[in-house]
Nanobody, 115 residues
Framework: QVRLVESGGGLVQPGGSLRLSCEASGSSASISYMAWFRRVSGEQRELVASIIASDITHYADAVKGRFTISRDAAKNTVALQMNSLKPEDTAVYYC?????????WGKGTLVTVSS
């Protein structure tokens, strides 16, 4: 049973930084793609950033230049470094892993950007 556990959310002031982390467990299969999504209250979940292998990255336009996604393949973890946070970044952030034709999601971690 694949399990994704996120950590690192919280309350931060505008302009501040947070680092989210996600650990995947329960599978010995090779992982090539992981991503972070977010859902603002009342809206659909949207892709924030993705990473293939350890160095092919993609970012939503809204976070380019501010967020950085990274992976530690040996530990099956993916991180999202979020800098220059804005109130509109407030959302629940989800870790995502497609594996063997199945989509796995973490339970989410709340990020609140407010003064």
């Amino acid at each position: 049973q694949v399990r994704l556990v996120e950590s690192g959310g919280g309350l931060v002031q505008p302009g501040g930084s947070l680092r989210l982390s996600c650990e995947a467990s329960g599978s010995s299969a090779s992982i090539s793609y992981m991503a972070w999504f977010r859902r603002v209250s009342g809206e659909q979940r949207e892709l924030v950033a993705s990473i293939i292998a350890s160095d092919i990255t993609h970012y939503a336009d809204a976070v380019k230049g501010r967020f950085t996604i990274s992976r530690d393949a040996a530990k099956n973890t993916v991180a999202l470094q979020m800098n220059s946070l804005k109130p509109e970044d407030t959302a629940v952030y989800y870790c995502y892993l497609p594996l063997g034709g199945v989509s796995y999601w973490g339970k989410g971690t709340l990020v609140t950007v407010s003064s």
